[in-house]
Structure formats: structure tokens, C-alpha cells
């Protein structure tokens, strides 16, 4: 038995307290020296107690057996090593006491436990060979063994392996275990040298467009230098075909074609070099979505100039119509990949059609530009509509109390020609425009 304390760091608050009580020593004057012993003992006594409590001590017994997990890498890299490793678990045995216990996990991919916890000295002939070797997961393999030692004993894992991980973390897995109180010992073993090269990781941008330039990027890792043969292909017809030099470590390509035709386009890469050991990681697929040109639905006036000759150099597909053309439900807007508003004033959209736009571009992804002009932002009856809130700009004229007052009369003609949607337009603008008036302005109606 022993004590420890969990954070004895917290002693050194010993020091400033052996000032403090000192000096209360010299300066307490009105104290005899009988009563300043006594006080001074006291004060020191329970500041020792204080600080004590606060490093919290504890009693630690001492434990004769010990717990040892072997976590053997059974990895593909670790091919023709398992032999070699029960050997040296056999040989490990050879100074286990009766009461120590062991057990022995499997790890690659994922991990499993290849003999459970027990205190005889028998060991398995081989391992399983269930594990999925296409992985070496440290991570996982040490948090089984940490989740299978006996509780409050103590505790110690052993990692026969190569020491390539490919998967999972194992310093913060190492962390946990010393915060545990668990050993976390390591065992070179060295596989069997096998010449493999893979294709590690393939880009392709996941939405294109016809006509467009497609970049695909490959990574071919490889633990020698050596030539090899490269396939690209879509939809299963050979796109590229190229002879590398590829050299041991990471080689980054990239290729480079045209996208023809509209739809889904799945490629697939394919490496192929002489004394490859595992062909399962020699090809990858990307897939991407191939559209037609970009569409752009243009609205403008008839007698406005506008954008549209621009708009067709870029090779888009424009639909020029004006305001009064406009959709009148959700599915005219999200076929288009973009809307453009050149000096189109709010009275001739509508309320109701301006909800729609706002819907596809926050709901559907669809883009939204408004030109500039005397019928747009402000000018044009934006303020406080489903419009103002897509664009980056606020309507509202910023430094009002510098502004003179004003006077505004609104004439509405309600003749006969104006019935129907003309009157109804006419009052939404008549109702935006005294919205934007302060409280200095006057208004006036007719």
C-alpha cells in the first residue's frame, strides 16, 4: 500500500503560505510569543490540510498480477508474418506467473479478439483470418484491447506490427491509454517486402457543364519505382490511355478532356504494373452530372438595350422576356440556373412573383443579378420586398436626419382603363411609396 497524489504540482502553494505565516510572525506585536507559536502552528496547519485536500491524495494497493493484451497486425502488409508473431508471444509466456492473464486481438481494418482473457498459458495454432486486411487501424485495435482488460487491475498492451497505419489515430489513442494508467508497448515486425502500387484518390468535379474543360486529378501511391500503365475510361470507353514512370512514394497526375454530352458520367481509373501484389486497389470511380449550357432567364423592357448580346457571347442560353411575361408558378423559375433583373421596376413584377424568385434561389440554388437603372433598388420599389432580401444592399437610404422634409401627392387614376391588374399594381407602388416617408413627411392623396 502507498499514497499518491493526483496533483502534487498544488504543493508548491507551500511556499507563499510559509511567507505569509512568517511574516504574521514578526509584525503580530500584540501577541505574546506562547500565542504567536500557537496561532502561527495553527494557520500553518490548516493551510497544510487545505492544500493537501486539494492535490487529492489516495491510497494505492499494490496488485501482483499483471494483464497484458497482444495486438497483432494482421494487415496485408504484414503478409507471412503470423507465424513470427505467435512465436513471439509464445516466447513472451514463457515469464508469465500463474496469476498474470492475457488475450490476444486481431487487427487490420477493423479489429476482433483471437483468445479471449484467461490465466492458462495455452496459445492459438493461427489466427482467424476474418479480419478485412485492406486497412491498418491502430486506433481500433488498441481500443479493443483497452475495452477488455480487467478493471482496476493492472494493464498493459503490446502492438506487434510494421508500424504503417493507414487508418484511425493513434497518438490520441496513446493519450488515453497513459490517462488510464494502461502501457502501451511496441513490437517491430517486419513483413514480407511485396511490390504493390494503388490508386489512392480520384477528383473530378462533381457538376459540369457541355463543353467544358474537365481536370481529373489522380494520386498513385507506390512502395517502388516502376513503370506502369494508366486507363482512364467513361462509361466504360477507354478515354486515356498513358505510359508513367512511377516513382516510390505519392505521384500526383493530371489529365484533361472535353465534356460532350449531356447526363450522368461515371469514370473509372485503372493502373496496371508487373508484380503488383494486391490488384483489388489498382482502380476508383468518380462520378459526375454533365448539363447543357447555362440557362439565363433575362428580364427587361423592350425599349432597354440591356445585357442580352453579352449574355449570348458567353455561349448561354438566354430567354429574354419582359416583366409582364414572368412565371406565374415555382417551376418556370428553377429551370434556369440564373435570373436577371436589368432596370426592371418592382411595380411591373409583383408581389406575388417575387416570392416565387425568392423561393428558387434560396430553396432551389437558382442565381438572382439585378442591374442597375432608374427602375431598380431603391428607385424602382424594392424596399421591404422578398427581393431586397436576396441581394447584399440594403434599399433604404442610410442618413435620413440630413435629409429636408417631404412632400408627396399621389394622383390615382381609377378610369375605366385602369381595372383589372393595372389598378391593383398601381396601389401596391402608391403603398411601397409611403412606406418609405419619415415622420417629417407629409403626404397627400387623390
Known amino acids: 500500500m502507498g499514497l499518491e497524489f493526483k496533483y502534487p504540482i498544488l504543493f508548491v502553494l507551500l511556499i507563499p503560505v510559509a511567507v505569509v505565516v512568517f511574516l504574521f510572525y514578526l509584525q503580530a506585536q500584540s501577541f505574546s510569543i506562547k500565542d504567536k507559536r500557537i496561532i502561527a502552528t495553527l494557520r500553518s496547519l490548516s493551510f497544510l490540510f487545505l492544500i493537501a485536500s486539494l492535490t487529492i491524495p489516495q491510497l494505492v494497493h499494490k496488485i501482483d498480477e499483471r494483464n497484458v493484451v497482444f495486438v497483432a497486425d494482421v494487415s496485408a502488409s504484414m503478409k507471412g508474418t503470423d507465424e513470427q508473431m505467435l512465436d513471439w508471444i509464445s516466447n513472451s509466456l514463457d515469464e508469465k506467473r500463474e496469476k498474470d492473464g492475457f488475450a490476444i486481438v486481431a487487427m487490420g481494418k477493423e479489429a476482433g479478439v483471437e483468445q479471449a482473457f484467461h490465466h492458462q498459458s495455452e496459445l492459438i495454432q493461427k489466427f482467424s483470418g476474418e479480419i478485412d486486411p485492406y486497412d491498418t487501424n491502430y486506433e481500433k485495435g488498441i481500443q479493443l484491447a483497452q475495452s477488455i482488460l480487467p478493471t482496476q487491475r493492472n494493464g498493459r498492451v503490446i502492438l506487434l506490427s510494421d508500424g504503417n497505419e493507414t487508418a484511425g489515430d493513434l497518438l490520441a489513442t496513446a493519450r488515453l491509454l497513459k490517462q488510464k494508467g494502461i502501457v502501451l508497448d511496441y513490437v517491430p515486425i517486419a513483413g514480407e517486402h511485396e511490390s504493390d502500387m494503388a490508386i489512392t484518390e480520384m477528383e473530378v468535379p462533381p457538376i459540369l457543364y457541355e463543353g467544358e474543360t474537365v481536370q481529373i486529378k489522380l494520386k498513385i501511391t507506390s512502395n ?223
Open 224 to 446: 517502388d519505382e516502376k513503370k506502369a500503365r494508366l486507363k482512364v475510361f467513361l462509361n466504360d470507353s477507354e478515354l486515356i490511355r498513358k505510359e508513367l514512370e512511377v516513382k516510390e512514394g505519392t505521384n500526383l497526375y493530371t489529365f484533361t478532356h472535353i465534356a460532350e454530352n449531356t447526363g450522368l458520367h461515371v469514370y473509372r481509373a485503372e493502373v496496371n504494373a508487373e508484380e503488383d501484389a494486391f490488384s483489388e486497389n489498382n482502380q476508383l470511380f468518380s462520378v459526375s452530372n454533365v448539363k447543357g449550357p447555362p440557362r439565363v432567364l433575362a428580364v427587361q423592357n423592350e425599349d432597354e438595350p440591356g445585357h442580352f448580346a453579352a449574355l449570348k457571347a458567353s455561349d448561354m442560353v438566354v430567354d429574354q422576356i419582359t416583366p409582364e411575361l414572368l412565371p406565374s408558378n415555382l417551376s418556370g423559375f428553377i429551370q434556369y440556373d440564373s435570373i436577371l433583373f436589368d432596370n426592371i421596376s418592382a411595380t411591373d413584377v409583383g408581389e406575388n412573383k417575387m416570392m416565387l424568385i425568392e423561393r428558387a434561389v434560396k430553396e432551389f440554388g437558382v442565381g438572382f443579378v439585378m442591374a442597375g437603372g432608374d427602375e431598380a433598388y431603391g428607385l424602382g420599389g424594392y424596399f421591404k420586398t422578398p427581393i431586397e432580401d436576396l441581394l447584399p444592399v440594403h434599399m433604404e437610404i442610410k442618413g435620413k436626419e440630413e435629409l429636408p422634409s417631404l412632400g408627396l401627392v399621389i394622383v390615382l387614376d381609377r378610369s375605366g382603363s385602369m381595372e383589372g391588374s393595372k389598378l391593383s399594381l398601381a396601389k401596391e407602388a402608391a403603398a411601397r411609396s409611403v412606406e418609405l416617408l419619415r415622420d417629417k413627411d407629409t403626404l397627400g392623396f387623390s
